[in-house]
């Protein structure tokens, strides 16, 4: 077994997975696995920076990993940065924070590389016949992937939850005309991916990411958050579209009380559904398998 931390910093969160891997029999112990809304992208469509409130906040959160990483003796770690920190002019002020706090400085990666992480943490333990459809959307960005054991095809694109909420501002409710706004753009995305990765060969949709796993919940009718009970759940395209259009015809306050629902994504779930439920009918998937483990679990087989 080999000790490993990996980081996950993304448009919206940021995320910590202290486990031991074993890469002889493809065993992963979870140790220690957590979760903070940072919003690190904020603003960043828009003035192409990230916010100095929005770094603080960040950097906050990465003194809470090292005591963690340290509690654990951890004897690797890898941070990978994904969107926001790939679109911002001063992604260098980022990069600094990062390793005076943590020791290590986060990889801004790709986002091919980005969808190969997402697809061996999702299909590790899945065995289904063919090829997968591996979808994982962010706060800024949704990454697609085809393969079986191995990726054939991978594509990035700019359409994520937080993306899309800052880019169009659904109301409460969101408008017809707020709606058409993001399916426009999430269309035009999917026709951007379906040039290069097949979306409509594999029978087998896997979703990733916490608008995914988030809409899960709610299908579910879950009391509270339940990892376990999330964690592989088939979610058919009929329970996605009632979610859907309950987060979008829904308040604020409506939102807030959905027991299951982060205050952080309580402003962004609307438009991460959308997506989702706009993958399902252009690749006609009758549902799709939730999956816990992501990126996240990628980077820790990475490093081991």
């Not at 074993?22 to 904020?42: F, N, S």
């Not at 999430?186 to 796993?213: F, Q």
Request: charged share 25%.
């Amino acid at each position: 077994m080999t000790r490993v931390a990996a980081i996950d910093c993304g448009t919206n969160s940021i995320r910590l997975l202290v486990a031991d891997c074993d890469p002889e029999t493809g065993e992963l112990v979870d140790l220690d696995r957590r979760m903070t809304i940072v919003r690190l992208g904020q603003g960043v469509d828009r003035t192409g920076r990230l916010a100095p409130e929005a770094l603080e906040r960040t950097f906050a959160a990465c003194r809470e990993y090292a005591a963690v990483i340290k509690e654990f003796g951890a004897e690797r770690l890898r941070f990978v940065a994904t969107s926001a920190s790939r679109d911002a002019e001063n992604r260098d002020e980022f990069v600094r924070g990062v390793l005076d706090i943590l020791g290590v400085e986060p990889e801004v990666i790709t986002g091919d590389q980005e969808a190969e992480f997402s697809f061996t943490g999702a299909t590790k333990e899945l065995h289904a016949d063919g090829d997968y459809l591996v979808v994982d959307i962010g706060g800024g960005s949704t990454e697609f992937v085809v393969g079986s054991r191995h990726v054939r095809a991978a594509r990035s694109v700019d359409v994520g939850c937080v993306r899309m909420t800052e880019r169009h501002h659904p109301g409460d409710p969101a408008t017809p005309e707020q709606i058409a706004a993001i399916r426009a753009d999430v269309e035009a995305a999917l026709d951007l991916a379906e040039r290069t990765v097949p979306l409509r060969e594999p029978r087998t949709l896997v979703g990733l990411a916490g608008s995914v796993t988030t809409v899960a919940a709610i299908a579910l009718d879950l009391k509270a958050y339940d990892s376990a009970a999330i964690h592989h759940s088939r979610i058919s395209y009929e329970q996605v579209r009632a979610v859907t259009e309950r987060l979008l015809a829904s308040t604020h306050e409506e939102r807030t009380a959905i027991p299951v629902l982060h205050p952080g994504r309580i402003d962004v779930i609307a438009a991460g559904a959308l997506v989702l439920l706009a993958v399902m009918e252009r690749t006609g998937a009758r549902e799709v398998v939730v999956s816990e483990h992501d990126i996240l679990d990628g980077i820790a087989w990475s490093i081991a």
